[in-house]
């Protein structure tokens, strides 16, 4: 068990539609990073959150947005969704946010129909 | 961007038997971690690598940074089913004042009994 949570496990929703995943950090980690993976993909960088402030944006679409809080958990919302947003969306956390490794949780499973 | 190329993509491999997998990149990096992902979970680190040169164990997986630090090599001696799975290296690099993370395509091992 890595520490990270992520909430729902699963998610099936329709083209057009607005989800939001969750994931609460390993305790003590004030940084976290959301990767998207898709069907025989690695793993692309989102975006990433340093104690409540965006740190670092990698390849995240327009329709999709995050922010982390003050209790440093953090929300990905997902709109306007397609078919081809269908993935595993991983979230995970690190202390620094810098030069410590990342932890990941076992990440939400969405498929939009 | 930046790519990490690892390899080889896929391995088949009987039990009992070692297994090597690599990552190069043109670009320079400061750290190196390898982590493996189990079906339907997220990835998990195995050993992470913070200097030229360096080779650190974890039971039977045995990583080295390259000395040039462009690559990284993951050995896994006398393979067992569990080991099944896909492997992943990342590097990590300063860029632009910020600290960036790269993950490679993946190694997916098969291990058969």
């Known amino acids: 068990d890595s520490g990270v949570t992520q909430t729902p496990k699963h998610l099936i929703t329709a083209t057009g539609q607005r989800v939001t995943l969750r994931c609460s950090p390993r305790s003590g980690d004030l940084s976290v990073y959301w990767y998207q993976q898709s069907l025989d993909q690695g793993l692309q960088f989102l975006i990433q959150y340093y104690n409540g402030e965006e740190r670092a944006k990698g390849n995240i679409l327009e329709r999709f947005s995050a922010q982390q809080f003050p209790d440093l958990h953090s929300e990905l919302n997902l709109s306007s969704l397609e078919l081809g947003d269908s993935a595993l969306y991983f979230c995970?956390?690190?202390?620094?946010?810098?030069?410590?490794?990342?932890?990941f949780g076992n990440g939400t499973r969405l498929t939009v129909t | 961007g930046q790519q990490l190329n690892q390899s080889p993509q896929s391995m088949f491999i009987q039990e009992g038997e070692d297994v090597s997998m690599n990552c190069t990149s043109s670009s320079i990096f400061n750290t190196w971690l390898w982590y493996k992902q189990d079906p339907g979970e997220g990835p998990v680190l195995l050993i992470a690598?913070?200097?030229?040169?360096e080779l650190t164990s974890n039971g039977r997986l045995t990583a080295q940074f390259g000395i040039t630090r462009k690559d990284s090599f993951l050995n896994i001696s006398a393979s067992i089913p569990s080991d099944v799975g896909i492997y992943f290296c990342a590097g990590q690099r300063t860029q632009g004042g910020s600290e960036k993370l790269v993950f490679g395509k993946g190694t997916k091992l098969t291990v058969n009994p």
């Open positions: 690598l913070y200097k030229a040169g």
């Open positions: 995970a956390s690190s202390v620094d946010g810098r030069y410590s490794p990342l932890h």
